[in-house]
């Protein structure tokens, strides 16, 4: 079946200790989006890449950083981590061609605690 | 500043009884979407309205569009366990990139 695939599902790091999430998909879709969400919050877009174009939001702090080697991998990595960046990290993907823009699908999520 | 305001943010019923969730928006969406949130998982699809009006039915849940494509209802029927979780609305507006999350509704379905 068709996914978008997280590794890992719980990432547990130190304050400060670098750290990279995973995502991978199998749908093709030439856009990738890395949510952060906070317990009973919405989904915050940090950032997304459009094909291999990076659009960051503006309010996303530098420490998060994101790299896309190919279609189907994008990595979040986290420079310096703090107590605040504890949270669920979320990878969607989802396709769009010209004016068709398309739904977002969403991998399982991980989990990231910070101590 | 677009914004999805979804009401109730918190509601806990018995199994059987239904229940309306609502989206609403001062600003016009091309397409809208209602996810479902379990604990520990991530936002799960479950259907996508385009057409002001539209009204798309899956299996006990009811999913209609405004008439003006500014807010959305999910209406269930015979809630169960199975349906707890935080109810999701999305939106895109026209030639937009960016989707728009509403805060949520917790449901909370007792046995």
């Known amino acids: 079946d068709a996914m978008v695939i997280q590794n890992p599902r719980y990432q547990v790091t130190q304050f400060g200790k670098p750290v990279t999430l995973s995502c991978s998909q199998t749908?093709?879709?030439?856009?990738m989006y890395w949510y952060q969400q906070k317990s009973s919050q919405a989904p915050k877009l940090l950032f997304h890449y459009y094909d291999k174009d990076f659009n960051n939001e503006a309010d996303t702090p530098d420490n998060f950083q994101s790299r896309r080697p190919n279609t189907s991998f994008c990595f979040l990595d986290i420079r310096s981590p703090g107590l605040g960046d504890a949270a669920m990290y979320l990878c969607?993907?989802?396709?769009?061609?010209?004016?068709?823009?398309?739904?977002?699908?969403f991998g399982p999520g991980t989990r990231l605690t910070v101590l | 500043t677009q914004l999805l305001e979804q009401s109730p943010q918190f509601l806990s019923i018995q199994e059987g009884e239904n229940l309306t969730v609502y989206c609403n928006s001062s600003s016009v969406f091309s397409s809208l979407q209602w996810y479902r949130q379990e604990p520990g998982e991530g936002p799960v699809l479950l259907v996508t309205?385009?057409?002001?009006?539209e009204v798309k039915k899956l299996k006990r849940l009811t999913f209609q569009f405004g008439d003006a494509r500014k807010d959305s209802s999910l209406h269930i029927t015979a809630a169960q366990p199975g349906d707890t979780g935080l109810y999701l609305c999305a939106a895109r507006n026209t030639g937009g990139f960016k989707t728009i999350f509403g805060a949520g509704t917790r449901l909370f379905v007792k046995a």
């Open positions: 969607a993907t989802s396709s769009h061609r010209g004016t068709v823009y398309n739904e977002q699908f």
């Open positions: 749908l093709n879709h030439n856009v």
């Open positions: 309205v385009v057409t002001g009006g």
